[in-house]
């Protein structure tokens, strides 16, 4: 998803795209479905260069856990939680199901209004 956002008095806007991370199964070597709400050609970059990366850790599950190289740091991602690319910058948002439903009710009342 791409939100475009003009912030003080710029001309040129923010443009802040995110996908976010599904509950799927990985047993080691595939996923059983597709693990992003997309796949934006940002996020492959990412992979190809070694800075996206599926981790296991031990967890009782077998949702695909990932790792997003941010700088020098590592930032866990797990099923729920946004990547975000900001202008170019990369890091993790954890969304908690209170922000969740904030999200969803703020999207409706939008959709509600183009309408």
């Not at 991370?21 to 709400?37: E, R, Y």
């Not at 940002?42 to 990932?66: F, I, K, S």
Request: aromatic share 10%.
């Amino acid at each position: 998803m791409t939100i475009t956002a003009y912030q003080d008095n710029r001309t040129k806007p923010d443009v802040f795209e995110y996908v976010t991370v599904k509950a799927t199964d990985f047993n080691g070597t595939s996923f059983d479905g597709s693990p992003f709400s997309s796949t934006p050609k940002w996020l492959q970059t990412l992979e190809d260069e070694g800075r996206l990366r599926v981790v296991q850790d031990g967890q009782c599950t077998d949702y695909a856990n990932w790792e997003i190289k941010n700088g020098d740091v590592w930032e866990h991602a797990t099923p729920g939680d946004r990547i975000l690319n900001e202008n170019g910058n990369i890091s993790v948002v954890k969304i908690t199901k209170h922000q969740e439903r904030i999200i969803r009710e703020e999207f409706m009342e939008e959709l509600a209004k183009e309408v």
